[in-house]
């Protein structure tokens, strides 16, 4: 029997063109100046300090610019900074550093009213009848939990945050490796066999599946991966009920 439910985002709750046409313009647009304004922040010191490291081992981005060991309090480097994270926008690269900036920037933006969170139109009641259900609900996305909640919090259906029990990104670990999830499932204190992993990527649902865990692809129209190769498959979250037993 499932207890515990583990959701994706973009495709499963959300729709896949939220994320691409609003959200990452949105961080593109206001990097440089967000960077600039807020750089003596210790939280945003240390996600620079945390991309200098990943910019440094970039092989690829340093035949295209040169490599910097140490960041210094200048204008330059910060800009060299956010030339990269433009760079790693647009290759769409899994990206710790640049989630959890992203996630700073989202903040701004959903405070100012910039921004609110567009979910699939039945999310909201599914999520509601799930936890009414006593299931656990958590969520694993590559965005950073901040951004996470924050899409959970600002939202035409209120705040749907405290329906949520656990929240997983990338610190855990990549989505498309095994050990993340059993890492997930030995945070939530909960066997594997008892949890649903949700996802609208193939791969990300076979490392669930190695893991012990069991799987749903999201195959909605929109969504980039339309192959659920051997998964079980549901188009619409109303659907996942029948898989739940």
């Not at 200048?74 to 900036?101: A, G, P, Q």
């Not at 959903?110 to 958590?138: H, M, N, V």
């Not at 996305?141 to 919090?153: D, K, N, V």
Request: net charge negative; charged share 20%.
């Amino acid at each position: 029997m499932i207890s515990h439910l583990l959701l994706d985002i973009e495709g499963t709750t959300c729709p896949v063109n939220f994320v691409s046409d609003i959200l990452f313009p949105y961080a593109s647009a206001n990097i440089t100046q967000f960077v600039e304004e807020n750089h003596q922040d210790a939280s945003i010191a240390k996600i620079l300090q945390n991309a200098l490291d990943e910019y440094n081992n970039d092989h690829e981005w340093h035949k295209k610019s040169p490599q910097k060991q140490q960041l210094t309090d200048s204008s330059e480097d910060r800009m060299n900074l956010c030339d990269y994270f433009l760079h790693l926008i647009s290759i769409d690269k899994k990206s710790t550093s640049l989630k959890d900036l992203q996630g700073k920037i989202w903040k701004k933006g959903y405070i100012d009213g910039d921004i609110t969170s567009r979910l699939f139109p039945e999310t909201a009641d599914c999520l509601q009848q799930w936890a009414a259900d006593k299931l656990t609900l958590a969520v694993y996305s590559s965005g950073s939990i901040e951004a996470q909640q924050l899409l959970y919090q600002h939202t035409n259906n209120g705040d749907l945050t405290a329906l949520f029990s656990h929240w997983f990104d990338t610190h855990t670990g990549p989505k498309k490796t095994r050990e993340s999830y059993t890492q997930i499932c030995q945070t939530m204190h909960v066997e594997p066999n008892k949890v649903l992993f949700v996802s609208d990527s193939g791969d990300e649902c076979d490392a669930a599946e190695q893991a012990g865990v069991q799987t749903l692809f999201s195959k909605r129209a929109g969504n980039p991966d339309q192959n659920p190769k051997h998964h079980r498959w549901v188009g619409n979250l109303r659907d996942l009920a029948q898989h739940l037993s």
